[in-house]
């Protein structure tokens, strides 16, 4: 509240996880929905940008982490909010060899539980690769660009795990983006 009350040009915001989807409780997770939604009450020309944590952990704390993405992705789509979708982000890899995508996951009591493909796991920058920040990178510009008013020229490209599409940003020069991530 101090930021955007400090800050009245602010009309994008986004709270970010690291692992806390990992061992929240699905009440701390609707905790979080529950204030996100009370904060765009608050601050009706804010978007507020909802996000699923990362998809790095295995076996039951992994399984906790998908659950709590997948509350996330559902309240979202039936609520028409804004989501990053940061473990997508994590699972798919683009393999330009062969032009494939691949995901990954792995089976955990009879659930194909999705997990960061093996590509994004090192320690370049923070508990991942250089790769995998680009990709989030190219993601959260296209997500910025289309929220400052920026439309693909058509036709609009098919959505692909992790693919963006190649092209020139022209936003709406009504338009002018203030964004804080915190």
């Excluded at 915001?13 to 701390?28: L, R």
């Excluded at 982490?65 to 992705?73: A, G, T, V």
């Excluded at 997990?115 to 910025?144: F, L, P």
Aim: proline letters at 7%; a negative charge; glycine letters at 6%.
């Amino acid at each position: 509240r101090d930021v955007l009350n400090n800050n009245p040009t602010i009309n994008v915001s986004m709270f970010a996880w690291c692992g806390q989807c990992e061992y929240y409780s699905s009440a701390q997770i609707q905790s979080y929905l529950t204030q996100m939604t009370a904060f765009e009450a608050e601050y009706p020309n804010v978007t507020f940008i909802y996000m699923t944590g990362h998809a790095q952990g295995y076996g039951a704390d992994g399984y906790q982490r998908w659950q709590n993405n997948e509350m996330i992705r559902d309240y979202c789509t039936a609520n028409n909010k804004v989501l990053f979708d940061f473990a997508d982000l994590d699972v798919w890899w683009y393999d330009a060899s062969n032009q494939q995508w691949q995901e990954s996951f792995y089976m955990h009591d009879g659930h194909e539980v999705p997990i960061q493909h093996h590509q994004y796991n090192g320690d370049e920058v923070g508990h991942t690769t250089i790769e995998s920040c680009e990709n989030k990178g190219r993601a959260s510009w296209w997500m910025v660009a289309q929220l400052a008013g920026w439309s693909p020229a058509a036709p609009t490209p098919t959505p692909t795990p992790g693919g963006y599409p190649t092209c020139t940003p022209t936003p709406d020069p009504n338009m002018d983006l203030q964004a804080t991530l915190w």
